[in-house]
């Protein structure tokens, strides 16, 4: 068994005993995306594990031992699933392991840009509170969030969970999903279509995957819908956002504020427009990244693997 990027989810602060338990495993912290060095490092493994490491139809087609593929995330766009039924190499993922600590997070992100509470911080110390003439000071306008709207794009499980938070916040939430569970809807949540969320919307939330009909859905079109001041938040994937769109409505101040855990290229490129846009908290994809959430992970993928190998194949993708 080989991992092939294994430090992003145990950077040492975790066991992998889950899956030694079912063989010999070696663990690579990182693998060149190279091919060439992808194909080397399988060899005639059976099992692979990967998270962001790409299994393109070039490499999956010169590892012919290879029979089963973890994916260590969510998304799974990063395997040629075509090519994986053709040979019947089995794909799984980790449907649900983070939930809880992205919601967390995205709260954090909107309660930053209500309160600023990182410049104030930085304020109290660079003197300006002592300097004060009054017991207190701010130098960014603050905000209250009772009372005002979420449009949350993705009402799956994570956004089910940030609109819980949200709502004991005092937030109404404005959903729009593909499929609707009308059951969810309440006094302070309902299901509608975009054209509404980003017309009524104080705040939009992206928890939606990355489709071709998602790609780009916050663009200079759909920006131009939105109200005067809205704030963004994305903890999705970064090709949701056409960037130069959204550093254009930020510098434009048509845009409030924007928090942003992805970007469309990782790690992020120094010509991003993003770095230069006014307003705009970026954090490096760590929304899913608490230990709890990652333990929960490790958990789920002995179990996929244990699964694979009794013969009731578990969170498969193909």
Same mark, same amino acid.
């Given at each position: 068994?080989?991992?092939?990027?294994?430090?992003?989810?145990?950077?040492?602060?975790?066991? @992998?005993?889950?899956?030694?338990?079912?063989?010999?495993?070696?663990?690579?912290?990182?693998?060149?995306?190279?091919?060439?060095?992808?194909?080397?490092?399988?060899?005639?493994?059976?099992?692979?594990?990967?998270?962001?490491?790409?299994?393109?139809?070039?490499?999956?087609?010169?590892?012919?031992?290879?029979?089963?593929?973890?994916?260590?995330?969510?998304?799974?766009?990063?395997?040629?699933?075509?090519?994986?039924?053709?040979?019947?190499?089995?794909? =799984?993922?980790?449907? %649900?392991?983070?939930?809880?600590?992205?919601?967390? &997070?995205?709260?954090?992100?909107?309660?930053?840009?209500?309160? /600023?509470?990182?410049? /104030?911080?930085?304020?109290?110390?660079?003197?300006?509170?002592?300097?004060?003439?009054?017991?207190?000071? @701010?130098? =960014?306008?603050?905000?209250?969030?009772?009372?005002?709207?979420?449009?949350?794009?993705?009402?799956?499980?994570?956004?089910?969970?940030?609109?819980?938070?949200?709502?004991? &916040?005092?937030?109404?939430?404005?959903?729009?999903?593909?499929?609707?569970?009308?059951?969810?809807?309440? %006094?302070?949540?309902?299901?509608?279509?975009?054209?509404?969320? &980003?017309?009524?919307?104080?705040?939009?939330?992206?928890?939606?995957?990355?489709?071709?009909?998602?790609?780009?859905?916050?663009?200079?079109?759909?920006?131009?819908?939105?109200?005067?001041?809205?704030?963004?938040?994305?903890?999705?994937?970064?090709?949701?956002?056409?960037?130069?769109?959204?550093?254009?409505?930020?510098?434009?101040?048509?845009?409030?504020?924007?928090?942003?855990?992805?970007?469309?290229?990782?790690?992020?490129?120094?010509?991003?427009?993003?770095?230069?846009?006014?307003?705009?908290?970026?954090?490096?994809?760590?929304? @899913?990244?608490?230990?709890?959430?990652?333990?929960?992970?490790?958990?789920?993928?002995?179990?996929?693997?244990?699964?694979?190998?009794?013969?009731?194949?578990?969170?498969?993708?193909?």
């Amino acid at each position: 068994m080989i991992v092939l990027d294994g430090y992003t989810l145990n950077p040492g602060d975790l066991t @992998w005993e889950g899956l030694e338990q079912f063989g010999d495993l070696k663990v690579y912290d990182r693998t060149d995306f190279s091919s060439k060095t992808i194909i080397e490092t399988i060899g005639d493994a059976e099992v692979v594990f990967t998270n962001k490491v790409p299994l393109s139809k070039e490499i999956l087609t010169q590892v012919p031992n290879l029979k089963y593929i973890g994916v260590l995330a969510t998304g799974y766009n990063i395997i040629d699933i075509e090519t994986a039924n053709e040979l019947n190499i089995l794909v =799984t993922n980790i449907p %649900d392991y983070g939930t809880a600590s992205v919601a967390q &997070f995205t709260m954090g992100l909107l309660l930053e840009m209500c309160h /600023h509470i990182g410049d /104030h911080n930085q304020a109290v110390k660079d003197g300006e509170w002592t300097k004060s003439l009054d017991f207190c000071f @701010w130098n =960014t306008p603050l905000m209250e969030l009772s009372g005002k709207t979420m449009g949350i794009i993705g009402f799956g499980r994570i956004g089910q969970a940030t609109a819980k938070v949200a709502q004991a &916040f005092g937030l109404n939430i404005l959903a729009y999903n593909r499929s609707k569970d009308y059951s969810l809807e309440s %006094d302070t949540c309902r299901y509608v279509e975009l054209d509404e969320l &980003f017309g009524k919307s104080d705040i939009i939330s992206l928890h939606c995957p990355l489709t071709e009909s998602t790609e780009g859905i916050i663009n200079k079109h759909n920006i131009s819908k939105m109200q005067d001041g809205v704030m963004l938040i994305n903890t999705s994937r970064g090709g949701l956002i056409v960037e130069a769109d959204l550093k254009e409505g930020l510098n434009s101040e048509k845009i409030a504020y924007a928090a942003v855990d992805v970007v469309s290229s990782e790690p992020i490129k120094e010509d991003n427009p993003l770095l230069k846009a006014k307003n705009c908290i970026i954090t490096p994809h760590i929304a @899913w990244a608490t230990k709890e959430s990652r333990t929960r992970m490790m958990g789920i993928v002995a179990d996929n693997l244990k699964a694979y190998l009794n013969g009731e194949p578990v969170n498969t993708i193909n």
